[in-house]
């Protein structure tokens, strides 16, 4: 419902006074967009549902799954450990100025790799997933919706979501955290042949604080976020692609749309996951070292 | 209560009710509605071709028919069962019983032509690969395609190939029901005559029931043996049904209806007086605004 452009003109019947009026429109303006918010949220709960159910009573085939295998994960493994390998080495740039100054410059190792393991190395990979396979499967989904491929796949007795969304989401779900080991391992490599090599900082000391502050459980609940990660990017981006506008302007929306709000997904479960992940770390081990 | 698959194809079989049953069909997006009130039966064998003008719901129906969009009241029958009233699993076996032929042939873009004929096989048959070869190369000489186009792409072909194409897929599972969405449109007169003609050859080598969806006048009297015509609700007076014309083709001219009339003669009638009626009121309010 538009009450904004209902309004717009002459102001709420009955509320008297321009701040009134205006105070009035800007209420209406809020419960608008909420309610459009609320729709949106539900419209990809019910599409995430349809897709669970998919995924519990059929398999998918094993074409599929092999093809969306190969292009979600394996063609975005150069980019990832690329960026990952520049991350690492941009993180010893940042921090060796301050811990110089500090004479802590050994402890960069455990700066980099914490860093990485933890945050960077995980939300990197997904936001080059949301930017690189988000994208691309949310502009492919909406042309398939906009040239009537998907009504084809429905005639044909081939439910759309269990044929498109099922390979692709099992896809993300499963390499996710395996683009994240590459992003990590390749931006560990970075941060010491930078800070060893180029900053001639003691290889044994840089090994030696790395391991002390950076252990498995740092490594596998970085790892473990990025499934989170994974299914909520390929859920708002077939979302974004089954519910396209017509028209190239409408595919080039979805395609934004779903690397936006993959991105903003990828923040939120990240703060909400590092509070949770955090909680459990200081359940476990209450006398383990920590940076701060 | 929902009645069973088994029981209503028994009785669909026992009686000579019609194997399509529109009845009281209304279809709204929104606040728009498109389809009101519609009636109609469709028996076995019959080619129905649906006429109208352009928005006047032809393709909804089509649509609604296959169960690619809901009714917002009324209901559609094929052969004693409503489509809503069906699983998952039930609707998907129910469909495989349609062929749709796309107005713009809707073939899977990262397919071969091969494989997007070879689909329905690999999707609801048990058939080996040498087998689905075997139907493809039918299915391609039947719609009079060299062996040739099997291994090109949908992009590499013209569209009066793309659309034998489509008509070819449409024919893989041999389907009791063929729907054709605009199957000429967009295409030169000899290609025109040539779908034409491929309707009529799948009609009598298969047996099919048909429902083409044209503003083809010339396809509606080569082909159909009944002709149904639909009108815009939004230039339909209160009480006047949706469906101005119901009957043999050859017949439609003895009509009394002057709508169906310039319809079929390709005359604008009192559209050009409407188009001339805006026009002014356009370059009045230009010359109010210039003057003041």
Same mark, same amino acid.
């Given at each position: 419902?538009?009450?904004?452009?209902?309004?717009?003109?002459?102001?709420?019947?009955?509320?008297?006074?321009?701040?009134?009026?205006?105070?009035?429109?800007?209420?209406?303006?809020?419960?608008?967009?909420?309610?459009?918010?609320?729709?949106?949220?539900?419209?990809?709960?019910?599409?995430?549902?349809?897709?669970?159910?998919?995924?519990?009573?059929?398999?998918?085939?094993?074409?599929?799954?092999?093809?969306?295998?190969?292009?979600?994960?394996?063609?975005?493994?150069?980019?990832?450990?690329?960026?990952?390998?520049?991350?690492?080495?941009?993180?010893?740039?940042?921090?060796?100025?301050?811990?110089?100054?500090?004479?802590?410059?050994?402890?960069?190792?455990?700066?980099?790799?914490?860093?990485?393991?933890?945050?960077?190395?995980?939300?990197?990979?997904?936001?080059?997933?949301?930017?690189?396979?988000?994208?691309?499967?949310?502009?492919?989904?909406?042309?398939?919706?906009?040239?009537?491929?998907?009504?084809?796949?429905?005639?044909?007795?081939?439910?759309?979501?269990?044929?498109?969304?099922?390979?692709?989401?099992?896809?993300?779900?499963?390499?996710?955290?395996?683009?994240?080991?590459?992003?990590?391992?390749?931006?560990?490599?970075?941060?010491?042949?930078?800070?060893?090599?180029?900053?001639?900082?003691? /290889?044994? @000391?840089?090994?030696?604080? =790395?391991?002390?502050?950076?252990? #498995?459980? *740092? $490594?596998?609940? %970085?790892?473990?976020?990025?499934?989170?990660?994974?299914?909520?990017?390929?859920?708002?981006?077939?979302?974004?692609?089954?519910?396209?506008?017509?028209?190239?302007?409408?595919?080039?929306?979805? /395609?934004? @749309?779903?690397?936006?709000? =993959?991105?903003?997904?990828?923040? #939120?479960? *990240? $703060?909400?996951? %590092?509070?949770?992940?955090?909680?459990?770390?200081?359940?476990?081990?209450?006398?383990?070292?920590?940076?701060? | 209560?929902?009645?069973?698959?088994?029981?209503?194809?028994?009785?669909?079989?026992?009686?000579?009710?019609?194997?399509?049953?529109?009845?009281?069909?209304?279809?709204?997006?929104?606040?728009?509605?498109?389809?009101?009130?519609?009636?109609?039966?469709?028996?076995?064998?019959?080619?129905?071709?649906?006429?109208?003008?352009?928005?006047?719901?032809?393709?909804?129906?089509?649509?609604?028919?296959?169960?690619?969009?809901?009714?917002?009241?009324?209901?559609?029958?094929?052969?004693?069962?409503?489509?809503?009233?069906?699983?998952?699993?039930?609707?998907?076996?129910?469909?495989?019983?349609?062929?749709?032929?796309?107005?713009?042939?809707?073939?899977?873009?990262?397919?071969?032509?091969?494989?997007?004929?070879?689909?329905?096989?690999?999707?609801?048959?048990?058939?080996?690969?040498?087998?689905?070869?075997?139907?493809?190369?039918?299915?391609?000489?039947?719609?009079?395609?060299?062996?040739?186009?099997?291994?090109?792409?949908?992009?590499?072909?013209?569209?009066?190939?793309?659309?034998?194409?489509?008509?070819?897929?449409?024919?893989?599972?041999?389907?009791?029901?063929?729907?054709?969405?605009?199957?000429?449109?967009?295409?030169?007169?000899?290609?025109?005559?040539?779908?034409?003609?491929?309707?009529?050859?799948?009609?009598?080598?298969?047996?099919?029931?048909?429902?083409?969806?044209?503003?083809?006048?010339?396809?509606?009297?080569?082909?159909?043996?009944?002709?149904?015509?639909?009108?815009?609700?939004?230039?339909?007076?209160?009480?006047?049904?949706?469906?101005?014309?119901?009957?043999?083709?050859?017949?439609?001219?003895?009509?009394?209806?002057?709508?169906?009339?310039?319809?079929?003669?390709?005359?604008?009638?009192?559209?050009?007086?409407?188009?001339?009626?805006?026009?002014?009121?356009?370059?009045?309010?230009?010359?109010?605004?210039?003057?003041?």
């Amino acid at each position: 419902m538009s009450l904004g452009t209902q309004t717009s003109g002459d102001g709420l019947p009955g509320v008297p006074g321009s701040f009134l009026n205006d105070l009035a429109q800007w209420v209406a303006d809020v419960g608008e967009r909420t309610i459009a918010w609320l729709v949106a949220l539900g419209s990809v709960s019910i599409f995430a549902g349809r897709m669970v159910r998919w995924l519990v009573i059929k398999r998918p085939q094993r074409e599929t799954i092999l093809w969306n295998f190969y292009h979600i994960g394996v063609l975005s493994l150069p980019v990832v450990a690329m960026t990952g390998m520049f991350i690492g080495m941009v993180l010893a740039v940042q921090s060796y100025a301050q811990f110089k100054m500090l004479n802590l410059e050994t402890r960069l190792g455990a700066v980099i790799n914490m860093s990485l393991v933890r945050e960077l190395g995980p939300v990197l990979a997904a936001t080059m997933l949301a930017g690189r396979v988000g994208s691309a499967m949310a502009a492919e989904l909406g042309t398939m919706r906009v040239t009537e491929q998907i009504d084809a796949l429905t005639v044909m007795g081939a439910d759309p979501i269990h044929y498109l969304v099922v390979p692709r989401f099992l896809a993300c779900l499963f390499l996710i955290p395996a683009l994240t080991l590459m992003a990590d391992f390749m931006g560990v490599v970075g941060g010491y042949f930078y800070s060893v090599h180029i900053l001639n900082i003691d /290889a044994y @000391y840089y090994l030696q604080n =790395s391991a002390e502050y950076v252990g #498995l459980f *740092d $490594l596998a609940a %970085g790892t473990a976020k990025t499934l989170f990660f994974g299914a909520s990017i390929a859920v708002i981006a077939c979302h974004h692609g089954f519910h396209c506008e017509p028209g190239a302007e409408g595919v080039g929306r979805a /395609a934004t @749309y779903a690397f936006v709000h =993959s991105f903003v997904a990828i923040l #939120l479960l *990240d $703060l909400v996951l %590092g509070i949770i992940l955090e909680a459990i770390y200081g359940m476990l081990w209450t006398t383990a070292p920590r940076l701060v | 209560m929902a009645v069973s698959v088994a029981e209503a194809t028994t009785k669909a079989a026992s009686d000579d009710s019609p194997l399509l049953r529109i009845e009281g069909l209304h279809v709204r997006f929104g606040r728009q509605p498109v389809l009101r009130d519609i009636n109609l039966g469709i028996r076995r064998g019959e080619t129905v071709a649906i006429l109208g003008e352009s928005g006047c719901g032809k393709t909804v129906m089509l649509k609604t028919l296959a169960g690619l969009l809901r009714p917002t009241a009324g209901r559609v029958l094929f052969d004693g069962l409503n489509f809503q009233e069906l699983s998952p699993s039930e609707l998907a076996r129910q469909r495989t019983r349609f062929g749709f032929v796309f107005q713009q042939a809707a073939l899977f873009d990262s397919m071969t032509i091969g494989e997007n004929i070879a689909f329905p096989l690999r999707q609801h048959t048990k058939m080996t690969p040498d087998q689905i070869h075997e139907v493809v190369t039918r299915r391609l000489a039947e719609v009079g395609l060299p062996e040739a186009v099997r291994m090109k792409k949908p992009g590499e072909l013209s569209g009066g190939m793309r659309k034998r194409v489509g008509l070819a897929r449409a024919l893989a599972l041999e389907p009791e029901v063929m729907l054709y969405d605009e199957p000429t449109t967009g295409l030169d007169p000899i290609m025109s005559d040539v779908i034409n003609e491929l309707m009529l050859r799948t009609r009598s080598a298969h047996s099919v029931t048909s429902i083409i969806v044209t503003h083809d006048m010339r396809t509606a009297v080569k082909v159909a043996d009944r002709v149904v015509m639909l009108y815009p609700l939004a230039r339909l007076g209160p009480g006047e049904g949706q469906i101005l014309y119901d009957g043999p083709p050859r017949a439609i001219e003895e009509t009394a209806d002057n709508r169906v009339i310039q319809f079929v003669r390709g005359e604008a009638g009192e559209r050009l007086m409407e188009m001339r009626r805006q026009q002014n009121i356009s370059e009045n309010t230009q010359g109010k605004a210039d003057h003041g």
